[in-house]
């Protein structure tokens, strides 16, 4: 599975940013996918998750303020983030898991068939 993020940049607090990720190199669609985030000498966070029949799941400090989505015709998975924090500062990476208990937390472990992106920066300034 091979999972490329684009999308991210700087803001200003209050802003908004849209991250795309576009999944391919798979034989089944993984049944979980969302999105972690890291901060530089901090443990990985997942923030969300959308399963394939489209059931979401948010951290509390997200929740109101992102929106995860995606389209299937296009094989992209979408992280719409507004009223951004500096605290949402991070490099945001696309995953994915083939599991049936989808959570955000299921997709920071390195467990056989989890899949990372490379990862893009969001840096929000206060």
């Known amino acids: 599975v091979q999972l490329v993020e684009s999308g991210g940049g700087s803001v200003q607090a209050g802003g908004s940013l849209r991250l795309s990720c576009v999944v391919s190199?798979?034989?089944?669609?993984?049944?979980?996918v969302g999105w972690v985030r890291q901060v530089p000498e901090k443990e990985r966070e997942g923030v969300t998750t959308i399963t394939r029949d489209s059931k979401t799941m948010y951290i509390e400090s997200v929740k109101g303020r992102f929106t995860i989505s995606k389209d299937n015709a296009k094989n992209t998975l979408y992280l719409q983030m507004n009223s951004l924090k500096a605290e949402d500062t991070a490099i945001y990476y696309c995953?994915?898991?083939?599991?049936?208990?989808?959570?955000?937390?299921?997709?920071?472990?390195?467990?056989?068939?989890?899949?990372r992106g490379q990862g893009t920066q969001v840096t929000v300034s206060s």
């Open positions: 190199g798979y034989t089944n669609y993984p049944y979980c």
């Open positions: 995953a994915a898991a083939y599991t049936s208990n989808c959570s955000p937390a299921i997709l920071v472990t390195n467990r056989p068939g989890n899949y």
